[in-house]
């Protein structure tokens, strides 16, 4: 029958699904967690308080995504840029040539946008997620190797390692229509039945609803298998839906999906949780906080609404008719006593009140190191650069722990991806790289990546990678611009070597009149002599 799968394809499937269902099971609480992290980062989490009056003032003050956004804002001046050094110093003109590949790579697929992403989830959610892979699309047909952020909320590791790379298995989710469906699967199309794992596995949008009835849940199941033979292990990739294996990558790469033998996922904790290979984010930490300063805040605007409306209190003995004294027009009143008329007025709430809720939103500021020095808000008499930024640098020290944590993740990720390129890279590709201040076209193909040994065997060339950040703050600039003049003042530097370490618009072509002055005074001289 053409729609029945093969023996071994159906095991295949079973065990993917059995897997699944374990890891589903353990996720729901995670899910639950990440749903309302996503809430308190949007300022909306009165909605699982029961509401007893329709116009009870909910107030959010959103100091948890104003914490936030600000230390993303510090992590995204320091966006990961990798550097590429050989081990031997034969490998030096290769290294530079990889080094632009990488670069080119990211600047092609955006991973600056990329990079934006995972900073969010590694804030909100408590870790950040990266694949890396290769997409022979890119680059004009060429291909290249990427780095993408994973949705946190579309992914799933084993429940039971602390180590991603120790787990059974990573679960990739995603749900997609029909057409699609057809339109990539066009073989497995006509037999994807209802999907009984349809609602509920893959992220929803809350705001943003859409009908959802008519859509699949394609999984990309990741599995290792060691190799007891040489000691490693074997990477391989099945895409299934409905109960059906789409794809298996055992049937074109049986000895892999990837050389290197780990799964394609860079897992970045914010804080790590005891057990687990994920971790917990600043709204985990300060949502309490949160809440007791929005429900504060509710108390004290309920009684400013109290107070702002005065009850009078009227007794039948006064004399005195009660829509005849609720019209503030008229000027004159008729009854018979005074004493049976009453002002019923709110009490005003003690004044540590208001300080207690300032306290506690101030808390949350300092004890996440978004207070003012890291916002850029100083002393009225600091006015230099390099005084401000020295005073950003100290107060910022949470923001340069997490930004140690993605760069790290972000030099792991680009080993991989070296690897991508040496598995997968089929054509040359020309990229421009600078050398002796010049840059000069160069061309690259993966057989670079690769040395043949003694016995005509083929060893793969080993890189060393660093990683430099991209500061592209104003006062950092302004800082580094005002050392680089001092030096220049000094004599330590040449025009031209003060100019290469300044950050300004019109940077390259300063430098390269610069360059052309020296080489004529060089020329001139030479011809003189």
């Known amino acids: 029958m053409r729609g029945k799968q093969t023996e071994q394809k159906q095991r295949l499937s079973d065990e993917a699904y059995r897997l699944f269902r374990e890891f589903r099971s353990a996720y729901t609480g995670e899910w639950r967690r990440l749903e309302n992290c996503e809430r308190m980062y949007r300022g909306d989490h009165w909605h699982d308080v029961p509401q007893r009056d329709p116009n009870e003032p909910r107030p959010v003050t959103p100091v948890i995504q104003s914490t936030v956004e600000n230390i993303s804002a510090e992590l995204m001046d320091r966006i990961p840029e990798a550097v590429i050094a050989p081990e031997t110093p034969e490998d030096a003109q290769i290294a530079r040539v990889l080094e632009a590949v990488i670069r080119q790579n990211h600047d092609l697929l955006g991973y600056a946008r990329e990079y934006r992403r995972i900073v969010h989830d590694l804030l909100v959610s408590g870790y950040a997620v990266q694949e890396v892979g290769f997409d022979p699309s890119a680059c004009g047909g060429l291909g290249c190797a990427y780095i993408r952020h994973v949705d946190a909320r579309s992914i799933l590791f084993d429940p039971a390692v602390t180590d991603l790379q120790d787990g059974r298995a990573v679960f990739k989710i995603g749900l997609r229509t029909r057409a ?53 292990s074997r990477v391989h990739m099945a895409q ?115 300080e207690y809720i300032h306290d506690i939103r101030e808390s949350i500021k300092q004890e996440s190191g978004a207070n003012d020095f890291s916002r850029g808000q100083t002393a009225a008499g600091v006015t230099a650069a390099s005084a401000i930024a020295a005073l950003q640098e100290m107060s910022n020290k949470r923001a340069r722990t997490a930004s140690r944590l993605l760069h790290e993740a972000f030099r792991d990720a680009v080993r991989l991806e070296i690897e991508a390129e040496r598995d997968f890279s089929l054509f040359t590709r020309r990229v421009t790289v600078e050398i002796d201040g010049r840059r000069t076209p160069c061309t690259f193909e993966s057989a670079m990546l690769l040395r043949e040994a003694p016995g005509r065997v083929l060893l793969p060339v080993e890189f060393y990678v660093s990683v ?60 003189g002599v």
Request: hydrophobic share 40%.
């Open 240 to 354: 299934l839906c409905a109960g059906r294996v789409l794809r298996d990558s055992r049937d074109t790469r049986p000895e892999g999906y990837f050389s290197h033998g780990q799964y394609p996922f860079v897992l970045t904790p914010l804080f790590p949780r005891r057990g687990s290979c994920l971790g917990f984010g600043y709204v985990d930490l300060f949502e309490t906080q949160q809440r007791y300063a929005d429900k504060l805040d509710q108390i004290v605007l309920k009684n400013a609404l109290m107070a702002s409306h005065n009850k009078l209190l009227v007794t039948e003995a006064s004399g005195f008719d009660v829509e005849d004294l609720r019209d503030w027009s008229r000027d004159v009143h008729r009854g018979e006593s005074l004493s049976g008329v009453t002002w019923f007025t709110t009490p005003a709430l003690p004044a540590y009140l208001v």
């Open 180 to 232: 699609f469906m057809e339109q990539h699967f066009p073989e497995h199309a006509p037999f994807l039945t209802d999907d009984a794992f349809r609602a509920g596995d893959a992220a929803e949008d809350e705001v943003l609803l859409a009908d959802r009835r008519d859509m699949l849940l394609l999984i990309e199941y990741w599995w290792r298998e060691y190799d007891a033979a040489t000691g490693g």
């Open 468 to 527: 430099k950040a991209q500061q592209e703050t104003r006062t950092t600039a302004l800082s580094q611009n005002e050392l680089a003049l001092q030096m220049l003042g000094a004599g330590i530097l040449t025009p031209e070597q003060a100019a290469a370490l300044m950050v300004f618009d019109g940077k390259e072509q300063v430098l390269k009149e610069l360059r052309e002055r020296r080489e004529t005074q060089a020329t001139t001289e030479g011809a």
